[in-house]
C-alpha cells in the first residue's frame, strides 16, 4: 500500500515536470529571436534610412556592404547604421524578417528596399536618390 | 581474315575492360545554372565563381520570363529562393535579373 502511494506520487510529480522541462528549452530559444526581432523593428522604424550592414560606416567589414556605404555617402544620405557581426542573434533574423539571405540589407522608410546590387542599380537609375529624397522629406 | 577476327575480339575485350562511361560531375556553377533554368525557365543564365577558387562567392546574371511584371525585388528573391540552400553556404551572392529582351 505504501509502495503503490510513493509510486503514485512519483508519477504525479513527473507528470507535473515533465510538461515544465520540455516547455523551457521552446521558451529559452525563442526569447533572443523576439529581442531581435524587436530591435529590427525600431531601428527600422525609427531611422527613415537604414542599412543593416558587416562593420560600421567607418569600417565596413565586406565588400559588398562597404559599397553600400559608399552609395549612400555618395548621395549624401542621412543614414543609421547596424553592425550585424556585433549582434549574432540580429545577423541571423534580420534574414528571416526582410526574408533576403544576405547583408547588407537597406530600410527606408520603413520598407525593405533591397541588398547592395539592387541598391547600385537603383542608384545608376537614379531612383535610389529620389526615393530617399521622399523620405528625407516627409 | 584471322587478323580481323582478332581484332574484332580485340575491340570486344577494350568495351569490356574499359570503365563504364561516368557523367562527369557538374560544377557548382553548372549546377545552379542547371537549377535556375530548370525552375525559373530561365533562358539566359550565368553563374560565376568569383570566390577566386574557394567557392564562397558567386555572381549570377539570370533572365527569365518569369519576371515580367515583377519589381527588382521579387525578381532576385525567385531567385534566391531556388538556390537558397546554396546561397546559405555562401559568403556573398551577386545578382543581377532580367527580362528576356522583346518581353
Not at chain 2, 530561365?42 to 577558387?53: K, L, Y
Not at chain 2, 564562397?56 to 531567385?79: D, I, N, T
Request: charged residues 25%.
Amino acid at each position: 500500500m505504501r509502495v503503490l502511494r510513493v509510486a503514485a506520487l512519483v508519477a504525479a510529480a513527473n507528470a507535473f515536470v515533465a510538461p515544465l522541462a520540455a516547455r523551457r528549452p521552446v521558451a529559452v530559444r525563442g526569447a533572443p529571436e523576439d529581442a531581435a526581432d524587436a530591435k529590427i523593428d525600431s531601428f527600422v522604424k525609427d531611422n527613415k534610412v537604414m542599412l543593416f550592414m558587416k562593420g560600421t560606416k567607418i569600417f565596413p567589414q565586406c565588400g559588398f556592404s562597404n559599397m553600400a556605404v559608399q552609395i549612400l555617402n555618395a548621395i549624401g544620405a542621412d543614414f543609421e547604421t547596424c553592425d550585424v557581426l556585433s549582434d549574432d542573434f540580429i545577423r541571423q533574423q534580420i534574414k528571416v524578417y526582410s526574408d533576403w539571405p544576405t547583408i547588407p540589407q537597406l530600410y527606408v522608410d520603413g520598407e525593405f528596399v533591397g541588398g547592395s546590387d539592387i541598391m547600385l542599380e537603383m542608384y545608376q537609375a537614379g531612383e535610389l536618390q529620389e526615393m530617399i529624397e521622399v523620405a528625407a522629406a516627409s | 581474315m584471322l587478323r580481323l577476327a582478332v581484332s574484332r575480339n580485340a575491340g570486344a575485350l577494350l568495351r569490356r575492360t574499359a570503365p563504364p562511361r561516368v557523367r562527369l560531375l557538374s560544377t557548382p556553377s553548372e549546377a545552379m545554372e542547371a537549377k535556375l533554368r530548370d525552375e525559373l525557365d530561365a533562358v539566359n543564365v550565368t553563374v560565376e565563381d568569383v570566390s577566386g577558387g574557394c567557392g564562397a562567392m558567386y555572381k549570377a546574371y539570370v533572365e527569365s520570363p518569369r519576371f515580367v511584371g515583377l519589381g527588382v525585388v521579387k525578381q532576385h528573391k525567385l531567385v534566391q529562393g531556388v538556390l537558397k540552400a546554396e546561397i546559405a553556404e555562401m559568403h556573398g551572392f551577386t545578382l543581377k535579373t532580367a527580362k528576356p529582351r522583346g518581353d
